[in-house]
């Protein structure tokens, strides 16, 4: 959240000196930035703002898409350049640890090691029968449950409450871990082309990414995510650069594809449990700030 709150501060401060307004600067192009990707992101949250009744879903989809794009482009250099600072500076890095603690004057390693598994039709018929419960769930909170927030959101907010509470067996979590990156190169191509092709506004999208204004606030977003993950961290003896790509930039890119090439640029593919926490809970919270934001949109 510390990312999240400073990325909208800096991104509404440029926004505002740059003539295009605090609240635009935070609703069109920090909010889908750090709103979790496309899917899971930038696709619900258009709905969210046209519950306002002001636009429909497919013209704030056309903005949003675009600030995603960007957003995910300069989070993938900023991981870049944040490898370069912890070669420059190595006390701001634990080079793919996340937490700066020494027992008996040896480093403590948080790497995550992963565990060889094949993923069979077995392991794929169990990760959607989990898929298929919570996406139920999600769908009843949001249609029983008083509260403006997503079905998604709610979705990922159980997936949460039921990791916490060690609901989800080791070998689940062994098996989600092999299948993910194999389900995103099948998945994202064709989402992304049906966005592109029935959702979006190719105008409003070329005349966003071709706005240097635009672009300014874009990256103004990911500076502030990184502030804002990095100095917060630090508070809690996190690495600032671990932290900063974490909690900043895989909260600011495109999801679970934009997690994996934000760590392959920052060489910390160690991360990617981390980075997956920050991607979806991070996307979650955000959708539920945008339901309490809509009263903002003009």
């Not at 900043?248 to 090439?261: E, F, K, R, T, V």
Request: hydrophobic share 55%.
């Amino acid at each position: 959240m510390a990312a999240a709150v400073a990325a909208y501060a800096l991104a509404g401060a440029v926004g505002r000196m740059l003539g295009y307004g605090f609240w635009n600067s935070i609703l069109y192009v920090a909010q889908p930035i750090m709103g979790g990707g496309m899917g899971a992101g930038a696709i619900p949250m258009s709905k969210i703002y046209a519950s306002a009744g002001k636009q429909t879903a497919e013209f704030y989809l056309s903005t949003l898409v675009a600030a995603v794009v960007v957003g995910n482009i300069l989070a993938i250099l900023g991981a870049a350049v944040l490898a370069q600072i912890g070669r420059v500076w190595p006390r701001l890095t634990g080079n793919g640890r996340l937490v700066d603690v020494k027992e008996n004057g040896q480093d403590v390693s948080d790497r995550v090691k992963d565990t060889e598994m094949k993923v069979t039709p077995e392991v794929v018929g169990m990760i959607l029968t989990y898929v298929g419960v919570f996406l139920v769930l999600g769908n009843v909170a949001g249609r029983l449950i008083p509260v403006k927030i997503h079905p998604y959101a709610w979705m990922i907010i159980f997936c949460c409450l039921a990791k916490a509470f060690n609901f989800f067996p080791s070998y689940f979590t062994q098996a989600v871990r092999a299948y993910l990156p194999k389900f995103l190169a099948l998945a994202l191509p064709p989402i992304m082309l049906g966005v592109g092709m029935f959702y979006t506004d190719i105008n409003v999208f070329f005349k966003s990414i071709t706005d240097p204004v635009f672009l300014l606030i874009c990256l103004a977003t990911l500076v502030g995510a990184i502030i804002g993950a990095g100095l917060f961290g630090r508070l809690f003896k996190f690495y600032f650069v671990e932290s900063a790509i974490t909690a900043g930039l895989c909260m600011a890119n495109m999801g679970g594809s934009g997690d994996i090439a934000i760590l392959s640029a920052a060489k910390r593919m160690e991360l990617l449990p981390f980075a997956q926490i920050s991607s979806r809970l991070g996307g979650a919270i955000i959708l539920i700030i945008a339901g309490a934001m809509v009263g903002l949109l003009r």
